[in-house]
């Protein structure tokens, strides 16, 4: 069973950056959309950004302009560069694809962006 690996999050303060990492266990990524998403507790998940397997990126609007999706096939690992941190970018964030497979959710990595 492949594996989805998040991690990279952290403590950041407002106006700081964090790139976080999804790293999969085998070659699953590259012929794929993958995205990033993020939840907050009580909160339903939402997409934060998406990219196709030709390149094309698609980001929610609370994030256009600060986070940057990207892939590296060769690591099996999906990159989200986070810029211009808010306290509202809280949140657990995951990778999956797009749209998301049940059973390739992993654990999350936690980002927290304090003032």
């Known amino acids: 069973q492949v594996q989805l690996v998040e991690s990279g999050g952290g403590l950041v303060q407002i106006g700081g950056s964090l790139r976080l990492s999804c790293t999969a266990s085998g070659s699953i990524f590259s012929p794929y959309t993958v995205g990033w998403y993020r939840q907050v507790p009580e909160k339903e998940r939402e997409l934060v950004a998406v990219?196709?397997?030709?390149?094309?990126?698609n980001y929610a609007e609370f994030v256009k302009g600060r986070f940057t999706i990207s892939r590296d096939n060769a690591k099996n690992t999906v990159y989200l560069q986070m810029n211009s941190l808010k306290p509202e970018d809280t949140a657990v964030y995951y990778c999956?694809?797009?749209?998301?497979?049940?059973?390739?959710w992993g654990q999350g990595t936690q980002v927290t962006v304090s003032s």
């Open positions: 990219l196709a397997a030709g390149g094309g990126t």
């Open positions: 999956n694809f797009y749209p998301t497979r049940s059973t390739y």
